[in-house]
């Protein structure tokens, strides 16, 4: 596992923000957090990444303790925030070289780490531009490419495509499923966005209230919300995964029909990651 999270406890004065979370993630997988806000996403990111100190737990990265490897555990481990982390009057290749220094980095391996950051986010031509001019997709991108710098063996993505053009974002999306494959680099992904969600990751879970409420494998989730059900007059009911046959809803229909058996209800799949959210966390306003 990458990621191990025993009863992990955090309190602000008398508000429990994480109350005995329990979590894991895979190794090498794309992890999709999702939550409504205040649900304690930002908190556990924060802890992860030594932002904030948890209360009570234990956390294991890549099998090193956070509370006795914290050096260690920052040498392989990235964090892109959801605001812009780059000096807007520097150039895109004068932020990376900056920050590149402060991860120890220099001569001939800091160059080269550049310029494949630089190469991964597709910003080469940008690279002698200042920040400050770049469009929010350009910014993005440079936040991406400065938290690849030390070639992190787990990557933390917050909110990644908060105001960008679906062109950006779509790039963005890409990127990312690059890193993961090339790279093999655990990516932990936190978003709003249901369909990026779906769209990356291959392990899901939704923390509400300080706890995780839901945690299926995107094989399992895909099993679950592609069933179509047909009822019968006789209480029977005949179930058919969609996800990749069609078909099989067809010969189904056609079987019944040559039986002369008479159709109740067609139920079909509506059991999106949305709805399975919203019926999870309800559908009240968070402020």
């Known amino acids: 596992m990458a990621i191990q999270i025993s009863n992990l406890i955090k309190k602000y004065k008398d508000t429990l923000v ?4 329990n979590l894991t993630i895979k190794k090498g997988s794309i992890f999709g957090l999702l939550g409504p806000n205040g649900a304690g996403k930002t908190t556990l990111v924060s802890i992860l990444n030594f932002l904030q100190p948890k209360d009570f737990g234990q956390i294991k990265i890549l099998g090193y303790d956070l509370d006795f490897n914290e050096r260690e555990i920052k040498s392989f481990s990235s964090l892109v925030p959801q605001s812009y982390a780059f000096y807007p009057t520097l150039s895109a290749y004068e932020n990376l070289e900056f920050f590149g220094a402060l991860y120890g980095l220099t001569g001939h391996v800091l160059q080269a780490r550049i310029d494949y950051c630089l190469e991964m986010t597709s910003l080469e ?3 002698d531009k200042k920040a400050e001019t770049f469009s929010g997709g350009l910014k993005r991108r440079l936040n991406i490419a400065i938290g690849l710098l030390n070639s992190p063996k ?12 679906p062109q950006s974002r779509s790039y963005i999306l890409n990127v990312i499923k690059n890193i993961n494959k090339t790279e093999g680099t655990t990516i932990v992904y936190t978003s709003h966005y249901m369909e990026e969600i779906e ?12 706890k995780i409420v839901f945690h299926e494998t995107k094989e399992v989730l895909n099993q679950k919300t592609n069933i179509a059900k047909i009822h019968l007059d006789d209480a029977s009911i005949h179930e058919v995964n969609l996800q990749n046959d069609y078909d099989a809803l067809v010969n189904l229909c056609c079987d019944i029909k ?4 008479h159709v109740k209800n067609i139920e079909l799949p509506n059991n ?9 966390t309800k559908k009240d306003l968070r402020d």
């Open 18 to 21: 994480l109350d005995h979370l």
């Open 125 to 127: 031509k940008y690279r």
């Open 154 to 165: 787990i990557l933390y993505l917050d909110e990644p495509t908060v105001g960008i053009d």
């Open 199 to 210: 769209y990356l990751c291959d392990d899901i879970a939704i923390l509400d209230q300080g």
């Open 258 to 261: 040559q039986k002369a058996l």
């Open 272 to 280: 999106n990651l949305e709805n399975i959210f919203l019926s999870i």
